[in-house]
Nanobody, 124 residues
């Protein structure tokens, strides 16, 4: 599975962006697709995840209520809608697909496929 992330850019505090992650290749129905982010000098953290089959979602506490993950199975694409952006949201955002049996709370090393990342910069 190859993943292509897009939609990053520069936005002011309070602004919005929508990230897209297009997958070429099949995603198992029992897999999880997630967005992670990594700021300079920091670890890669889970932002949001979605179960491909059920559509169940999970979010990091820091983005709950501001970000929304969704999927379009027909297009093999996952989105991350980001509202009320803050400077601390500045990071490279990566999409990832888990192994066959994924977990919504899985750490990065349990994801098999990764996109190249898209940079989100929020100015104050």
């Amino acid at each position: 599975v190859q993943l292509q992330a897009s939609g990053g850019g520069l936005v002011q505090t309070g602004g919005s962006l929508r990230l897209s992650c297009a997958a070429s290749g099949p995603i198992y129905s029992t897999s999880v697709v997630a967005w992670f982010r990594q700021a300079p000098g920091k670890e890669r953290d889970l932002v949001a995840a979605i179960s491909w089959r059920s559509g169940r979602k999970s979010y990091a506490d820091s983005v709950t209520g501001r970000f929304a993950i969704s999927r379009d199975a027909a297009e093999n694409t996952v989105y991350l809608r980001m509202n009320s952006l803050k400077p601390e949201d500045t990071a490279v955002y990566y999409c990832a697909v888990s192994d066959v049996y994924g977990s919504l709370s899985a750490p990065p090393d349990e994801y098999l496929y990764w996109g190249k990342g898209t940079l989100v910069t929020v100015s104050s």
